[in-house]
Structure formats: structure tokens, C-alpha cells
């Protein structure tokens, strides 16, 4: 089955050359040229994947991503021309999954549309004996079912981003254990992590607010200057 990507630029010789690149790797793809048109195009068919500048006329990026992040877990890959670090975080809080920076290696484009797309429709972090004994995991009142994907407190369902139930698996599947920041990276994203690479800490941040919103408790613990863990 062939995924469908929505490329969401401005930039309309951008858009178009990327739209190439995707579709001779086999995806089948649908471009919008701002943020309006976008969230029509979303609201009149299904994406397995939407590419998402962020400087853009009538609707920016970010705008358009917590509008999608209210109903969608669609993973999200935004682009733009800005490299600093909060203009990275700021896309990332919104809800996205990864951050490109223009001009970028159309290679590494694919590659991370890849990632992005095995992540949230194959995720498959290492198994442990508790979650092939019960199909899940449960944490009080907190339960991961890693077959739909879902993470729920009480019944109530939570919406979290392909990105974000990837970490809950990987810390609840050992509670106790601290992973830093690096180890994460490379189990969740499986890609290599750069030590100035602060996508970890905002994930973490925005699971965070999102497990405290339900459970009255942040649950994953910072262990300064090691990692990240969920108490045992």
C-alpha cells in the first residue's frame, strides 16, 4: 500500500521538487501552497504523513500544526529556512515530529520521511517478558497497548504523537531504568544523535504536560545529568 504525503510550501518550486523526489520512491502525494489550503486538503482526504514549511501566507506552519495536533497523530516533518535552536523548539512544542532546515539534502528528505513513516505505523521497540505476557503495559492507572498504538488513564484515551507513545513504551517497558538522551534518540528515532540535538528534551517536555494533564503526575522523572525514567 503506497503512503500518502502532504507537502505544505509556499515555495511552489520547492514543493514541486520535493513532490518528485516522493514519488520516485512511491509515495503518492497531494501539495498545498499555504496553511488554508492545507487543512482543507487534510479535511477531504487521508495522509499518512504531512511536510510542513513554516513561514507561509494567510496560516504559518505552526498554526496549521496545533490545529492538526487537536485531532490528528499524523506524524509531522516541518522545514524551514530558520536554523537557530528556539525556532527548532517552537516547532517541535507545537507538535512536530521532526525539523529539516532549508537548503536540505533531498536524500536525507527521503530518509526522514522514511523514519517518520516506520515510526508511527511500525513501531517496534524491543519486546520485554511483561508486554508479550499481557499484551501491554500498565503503570496504576495508566495503560500502553502497544498493538493499537494507544496509551489511555482510566479508559480516557490520551492523544499522543507517534513520537511521544514511543518514548512511554520505551520507559515504561523498564520501569526504574534511567535512559539518557542519546539512547532515546537512537531507540525511537533510529537514527545517530548529535550532542546538541535537543529534540529528546522537548518531546519529554510535551509528554510530559500531556501524562500530568491526566494523571496528576509528570510520572518520568529526570535523572540530571544521566537521563530520563519512569519510577518502578
Known amino acids: 500500500m503506497s503512503r500518502r504525503v502532504l507537502i505544505v510550501d509556499d515555495e511552489r518550486e520547492i514543493a514541486e ?3 518528485i523526489y516522493l514519488r520516485n520512491e512511491g509515495y503518492e502525494t497531494e501539495i498545498a501552497f499555504d496553511g488554508e489550503q492545507a487543512l482543507e486538503a487534510y479535511g477531504k482526504a487521508a495522509f499518512d504523513l504531512v511536510i510542513l ?3 507561509m501566507p494567510k496560516m ?6 496545533r490545529r492538526l495536533r487537536r485531532d490528528h497523530a499524523v506524524p509531522i516533518l516541518m522545514v524551514s529556512a530558520k536554523a537557530e535552536d528556539m525556532d ?5 512544542m507545537t507538535g512536530a515530529d521532526d525539523y529539516m532546515i532549508k537548503p536540505f539534502n533531498p536524500l536525507e528528505l527521503i530518509a526522514r520521511v522514511r523514519s517518520l513513516i516506520r ?3 511500525q513501531y517496534n521497540p524491543v519486546t520485554t517478558v511483561q ?3 499481557r499484551g501491554g503495559l500498565v503503570l496504576g492507572a495508566l495503560t500502553i497497548d502497544k498493538a493499537s498504538y494507544t496509551a489511555a488513564v482510566e479508559g480516557r484515551a490520551l492523544s499522543l504523537t507517534s513520537t511521544e507513545f514511543g518514548i512511554l513504551y520505551l520507559l515504561a517497558s523498564n520501569p526504574g531504568r534511567v535512559y539518557s538522551a542519546e539512547e532515546i534518540f537512537q531507540q525511537v528515532w533510529k537514527e545517530k544523535y548529535f550532542e546538541s540535538n535537543n529534540t529528546v528534551m522537548v518531546h519529554i517536555s510535551k509528554l510530559r504536560d ?4 491526566e494523571l496528576g503526575d509528570k510520572l518520568i522523572v529526570t535523572v540530571w ?3 530520563y525514567k519512569i519510577e518502578g
Open 131 to 133: 508486554s508479550q505476557e
Open 119 to 121: 515510526r508511527s505505523y
Open 17 to 19: 521538487l520535493i513532490e
Open 53 to 55: 514549511d513554516i513561514m
Open 210 to 213: 500531556k501524562l500530568e494533564q
Open 225 to 227: 545529568g544521566v537521563g
Open 60 to 65: 504559518d506552519g505552526l498554526e496549521v500544526c
Open 88 to 92: 527548532k523548539i517552537m516547532g517541535l
